[in-house]
């Protein structure tokens, strides 16, 4: 299979992602180009729904003049200015403290974490409280654009297996790790498709 693309590659080794990929077509990963951004809206994101999360993130932009903020900035702000006119949780604020202040100190070296593996960013992150394997993952993903990162906790990505599997049950971690296994080296992009294709289901 030497000179196949990404997606025939996938579509040669599993014909139900080939099916996936022909019915959304082209993949296009949207790459977050600033990191501590991508990590702060990660956080200002999690766990709630995408309109909610996109009023705070608003209201977030438009405190800062619609400048994203320094880590600085970020940590001289009041967070009762924060939890009352932004509306983030006193966790989530928290959290993007604790990140703020990693990255001032230089605990956590944003501008050279490219260069690290996989594991190592992953590591690297999880010291900042809030921010887990699945954040971290979302980050490899569409801000180091790392093409062989596979998040089996997402929810879901296991709802779009068991759909693409036709499963009666959400699948067990160890049907995930054996099917994504075909995928590599471009599980990234797997991803991406069962992502995308629920929102073919729900049509």
Request: charged fraction near 25%.
């Amino acid at each position: 299979m030497i000179g196949d693309s990404p997606l025939e590659l996938l579509s040669k080794r599993d014909v139900r992602i080939g099916q996936i990929i022909n019915s959304v077509g082209s993949y296009s990963i949207e790459r977050h180009k600033d990191s501590f951004e991508s990590l702060i809206r990660s956080i200002i994101y999690q766990q709630l729904s995408g309109k909610a999360a996109n009023a705070i993130y608003q209201r977030f932009m438009v405190y800062y003049d619609n400048s994203f903020p320094t880590p600085k900035k970020i940590l001289a702000t009041d967070p009762k200015i924060l939890r009352s006119k932004v509306g983030l949780s006193n966790r989530k604020i928290e959290y993007i403290m604790d990140l703020s202040s990693k990255v001032l100190s230089g605990e956590i070296n944003l501008e050279n974490i490219s260069q690290l593996e996989d594991e190592e960013v992953i590591s690297q992150l999880s010291k900042v409280k809030g921010i887990g394997r699945w954040t971290a993952e979302m980050f490899l993903i569409f801000c180091l654009s790392r093409e062989d990162v596979f998040p089996d906790s997402d929810l879901g990505i296991k709802r779009a297996i068991q759909r693409m599997y036709e499963l009666p049950d959400i699948p067990t971690n160890e049907f995930i790790m054996k099917i994504s296994s075909h995928w590599r080296p471009y599980r990234s992009i797997a991803a991406w498709y069962l992502w995308k294709s629920l929102n073919n289901y729900k049509k």
